[in-house]
């Protein structure tokens, strides 16, 4: 009951501030992550860089700290980092329990074309010092979902991290794809 509490005063607060998301997710690991989440976190962290390749289409692993899905399961994620006349956006694709990583061959052409024009709006990008966050409202106007990323400027690897509703944590890590960059 008190954690409940505490969740609905921290949303009251975020609806009251108009809120962003903070430039990183601090404490991603406090209620226990694995060695892989663990190390993936450490990296985020230790990553001081916003994306700059945007264009590019991304993929990579994910693992979640979720009380519904296994956290040694490996998922996939594809990303498009884009921009358009009102800035840049996110369009990330989370695949749950995939033999392989189904995007990993998309061109930036391919995840133009197949990724969802629901994220040109939803997936806008707030720029930091060190990182890029995005977050998609609930009908209400609640923090739904909640991305960062972090970039390697000399292997172009993207560290991922979101916040699911509060309930689940993903930390990722991709690559650029062969032809997703121009």
Not at 164 to 182: D, H, I, Q
Request: proline residues 6%; glycine residues 6%.
């Amino acid at each position: 009951m008190k954690n409940a509490l505490v969740l609905l005063a921290l949303l009251t607060s975020f609806k009251a501030f108009a809120w962003d998301a903070p430039e990183i997710l601090e404490n991603a690991c406090y209620d226990g992550c694995t060695e892989k989440m663990e190390t993936m976190y450490s990296t985020f962290l230790n990553t001081q860089t916003a994306p700059k390749f945007i264009p590019g289409m991304y993929s990579g692993e994910c693992n979640h700290l979720s009380p519904s899905l296994d956290p040694d399961t490996t998922h996939y994620i594809g990303m498009l980092l884009n921009t358009d006349a009102k800035g840049a956006y996110m369009s990330p694709v989370l695949q749950f329990f995939g033999e392989k990583n189904d995007m990993a061959d998309w061109s930036l052409e391919d995840a133009k074309r197949e990724m969802s024009p629901d994220w040109i709006e939803a997936g806008r990008i707030t720029w930091h010092p060190t990182s890029a966050t995005a977050h998609v409202e609930d009908a209400q106007g609640y923090p739904a979902l909640v991305y960062w990323a972090r970039q390697n400027i000399e292997t172009k690897e993207i560290y991922f991290l979101a916040w699911l509703r509060g309930f689940s944590y993903a930390f990722c890590t991709l690559k650029p794809n062969v032809n997703g960059l121009p």
